[in-house]
């Protein structure tokens, strides 16, 4: 069974950190990008970060560059995003994604992805 499973989510004041991670189990983890969504209520999903198959790149939207980090654990099929100097306007559910092509970069199109988690809430309050 293919399942991305997204952990780490919480309640947070601003200015804290999270740390989200994403187990892959069922499908092709080390040989494909991985990427992180959010989205926040009435509003469209949208791009967080994203690592490449390789792990030696690296995209983060503009809002985010500076306080998160995505990295990979191939050992333990794990893409995690660490979440430092939270904003309110983090709060959202975070959603982890594999690449649909394999030796796929740090895709920023939500398109791009084919496999997608459950998603974990992530709230930061003021």
């Known amino acids: 069974q293919v399942q991305l499973v997204e952990s780490g989510g919480g309640l947070v004041q601003a200015g804290g950190s999270l740390r989200l991670s994403c187990t892959a189990s069922g499908l092709t983890f080390s040989t494909y990008g991985m990427g992180w969504f959010r989205q926040a209520p009435g509003k469209e999903r949208e791009f967080v970060a994203a690592?490449?198959?390789?792990?030696?790149?690296?995209n983060y939207a503009a809002s985010v560059k500076g306080r998160f980090t995505i990295s990979r654990d191939i050992t333990r099929n794990t893409v995690n995003l660490q979440m430092n100097s939270l904003k309110p306007e983090d709060t959202a559910v975070y959603y982890c994604?594999?690449?649909?092509?394999?030796?796929?970069?740090?895709?920023?199109?939500?398109?791009?992805?084919?496999?997608w988690g459950q998603g974990t809430q992530v709230t930061v309050s003021s």
């Open positions: 994604a594999r690449t649909a092509r394999a030796f796929g970069g740090p895709e920023v199109s939500e398109y791009e992805y084919d496999y």
């Open positions: 690592i490449s198959w390789s792990d030696r790149s690296t």
